[in-house]
């Protein structure tokens, strides 16, 4: 079931719904805003709160919290706090706090106080982000849909002085943006979520030109085997061997025909499966491997997102798919592949394949000359061991490139930490028979050192490389995020696209 985003007046809604109240706290206490309604739907709106009563609830009114006030033949008011000196982040919370406690009625109503303490667009924005995304359910194989959201989320600007038609002008645009967002963070939560067998790359590369042939100014190239061949891409090639299902190499490019605009290759790392190859991982290590093609989905529904929003900048995106098997074809440790560039890498351990199909990918990507390029991929573990399931890494060639993809990160909620891409660690990377092998020294810097393999292929452009492997999943449900697929990073990218 898809919510729905509206916005509306408080005398419309109806009378199922539930009602979400922010609340902000001060030396007084619980407040509610100025401006809001003294009653919706026959409820009383109170307009504070006794502290001591709500903690006894539970309730203390800090980001995220909610208290919901239940009553017979009324809808239920959702308390949710802190929204005093919010930010983009504490109002995606917000919403998705209130969607979760709405539970099954059937929409949600909130209630936005302006003005905010940041832009009336980016309030609306953030809200339906976190809604729509709270109310996302892997329902990819179930015969039983979950049915446990509200229908529909109904925005109720309401002002102190009056609600202008400007402020609703910008509560409609910031919905909308909302909604394309989220929109594409749920299509890429989709891919991720299902099961290997029903996204083959053959499948996968149908279901992105099924996303994106109808986006405005993209247009969609599929690569297949005779092109794969042709166009020298042997390092995806030598992993796709060991499986029976061919491989595929998705081009999208979206170009807004803007005079002099900036053009940004974006390359997703798209392994649909990993069992490791014949340096087979434990039967632990391989349960979640249908996810270790979230770099591709990523990128290819940001390019999606930026496309709808209508970005002014030329966007590529490359996302070379395969599964990584131990077929009777398969790679072997101390093969040596080819590069798409030319360059020549001893493969010592076929679990790190990754770094193989993007070889291909970012060389492809530096031929394009853009002016920046970045990459997404759940590439080593070592990075959840080094920043944990929250933080993802970023290292890169451009100190400017990197900085603004941090700081966009941090206002969508997709925190990026920089590992140092150091020179030393370049002798770890040394092979006898190649130009490079594939892995450095065992338990030994295993990110950074995975971030310069990269490095050798993106040419003399401006590059960041996205390793999200600790960040791509997620174990439970908390805030907008649901068990399994986040599509970390695909907001940031889209805000980073948008910015150009």
């Not at 446990?148 to 910008?170: K, M, T, W």
């Not at 190499?249 to 940004?264: C, K, Q, S």
């Not at 061991?385 to 290292?395: E, I, N, Q, Y």
């Amino acid at each position: 079931m898809t919510t729905n985003v509206r916005i509306g007046e408080a005398a419309e809604l109806p009378q199922s719904s539930a009602v979400a109240v922010p609340v902000a706290t001060d030396e007084q206490g619980l407040l509610v805003p100025q401006g809001l309604p003294a009653e919706v739907l026959g409820r009383t709106i109170p307009s504070q709160l006794d502290g001591a009563w709500a903690e006894e609830q539970g309730f203390e009114g800090k980001a995220g919290q909610t208290l919901v006030l239940r009553a017979l033949d009324q809808p239920s008011l959702v308390l949710v706090g802190e929204v005093g000196d919010a930010d983009e982040e504490v109002w995606r919370r917000a919403g998705a706090a209130a969607l979760r406690a709405a539970g099954r009625a059937r929409a949600l109503a909130m209630l936005l106080p302006l003005p905010s303490t940041i832009a009336t667009e980016d309030v609306a924005r953030a809200v339906v982000e976190g809604a729509l995304l709270a109310a996302y359910r892997a329902n990819v194989a179930k015969t039983k849909p979950d049915g446990s959201v509200p229908e529909e989320v109904v925005l109720v600007p309401v002002a102190f002085e009056g609600l202008r038609d400007e402020d609703r002008a910008a509560v409609a645009t910031g919905a909308r943006h909302g909604e394309v967002v989220s929109g594409a963070v749920r299509w890429a939560r989709d891919m991720v979520n299902r099961p290997a067998d029903r996204l083959t790359p053959r499948l996968f590369a149908r279901e992105a030109l099924r996303r994106l042939e109808h986006d405005p100014s993209v247009t969609v190239e599929i690569w297949r085997d005779a092109e794969l061949e042709a166009e020298r891409c042997g390092g995806l090639l030598g992993v796709a061997r060991g499986s029976l299902e061919p491989p595929r190499l998705v081009r999208a490019t979206y170009d807004p025909g803007t005079e002099g605009a900036p053009h940004v290759v974006l390359v997703g790392k798209g392994i649909t499966f990993d069992s490791g190859g014949l340096n087979l991982k434990s039967f632990e290590g391989m349960t979640t491997m249908k996810t270790d093609m979230t770099g591709a989905a990523v990128v290819l529904g940001a390019l999606s997102a930026a496309a709808r929003l209508g970005a002014r900048a030329k966007v590529t995106a490359v996302a070379p798919l395969t599964e990584n098997l131990p077929g009777h074809r398969a790679m072997k440790p101390g093969d040596v592949l080819t590069a798409r560039d030319g360059t020549t890498i001893e493969v010592l351990n076929t679990d790190a394949e990754g770094r193989l199909v993007l070889a291909d990918g970012l060389s492809l990507a530096a031929e394009l000359e853009p002016d920046a390029i970045v990459d997404v991929a759940t590439l080593t573990g070592a990075v959840r061991v080094a920043l944990g399931p929250d933080v993802a890494a970023v290292m890169g060639t451009d100190e400017a490139l990197v900085q603004t993809l941090r700081d966009h990160g941090e206002r969508a909620g997709e925190p990026l930490w920089e590992l140092p891409l150091i020179e030393k660690y370049e002798s770890h990377l040394e092979s006898e028979v190649a130009d490079v092998k594939n892995i450095g020294k065992p338990g030994s810097a295993g990110t950074i050192v995975a971030g310069l393999f990269l490095r050798r292929f993106a040419g003399d452009r401006p590059w960041a490389h996205l390793d999200i492997a600790g960040t791509g999943r997620a174990e439970s449900d908390e805030g907008y995020l649901t068990k399994g697929a986040t599509a970390f990073s695909l907001r940031t990218l889209v805000a980073y696209l948008l910015s150009r």
